[in-house]
């Protein structure tokens, strides 16, 4: 059973940078990563939203509303997902939730949460003013 584990959430002032890890692990020869990783989060009251993914080639996405701001990455030898979130403001507050996406997804797809099947429980950042 594959498993993420988010960790560096916590609470920051408008303009303040965190990095969030995700550390999978459970991957057999038959649930290989072969894909894309993405960060998501949600807010309450408000529908899950993709922040950024990245594919096994490298290739990244973002949402329009983080670009210039957060750095996705991955260390795929550790198999660990990074978030790095520099100019936080206070519309970034949310949970925060790592993913792996199915095989054989698009980039057109890398930001649609249902196209992810693992998740991890989230953690939590919260940017005051």
């Known amino acids: 059973q594959v498993q993420l584990v988010e960790s560096g959430g916590g609470s920051v002032q408008s303009g303040g940078s965190l990095r969030l890890s995700c550390a999978a692990s459970?991957?057999?020869?038959?649930?290989?990563?072969?894909?894309?990783m993405g960060w998501f989060r949600q807010a309450p009251g408000k529908e899950r939203e993709g922040v950024a993914a990245?594919?096994?080639?490298?290739?990244?996405s973002y949402k329009n509303s983080v670009k210039g701001r957060f750095t996705i990455s991955q260390d795929n030898a550790k198999r660990t997902l990074f978030l790095q979130m520099n100019s936080l403001k206070p519309d970034d507050t949310a949970m925060y939730y790592c993913?792996?996406?199915?095989?054989?997804?698009?980039?057109?797809?890398?930001?649609?949460?249902?196209?992810?099947?693992?998740w991890g429980q989230g953690t939590q950042v919260t940017v005051s003013s």
């Open positions: 459970g991957y057999t020869s038959s649930t290989s990563y072969v894909g894309y």
């Open positions: 993913a792996t996406g199915i095989p054989g997804m698009t980039s057109a797809q890398a930001l649609d949460p249902y196209k992810y099947n693992y």
């Open positions: 990245v594919d096994s080639d490298g290739s990244t």
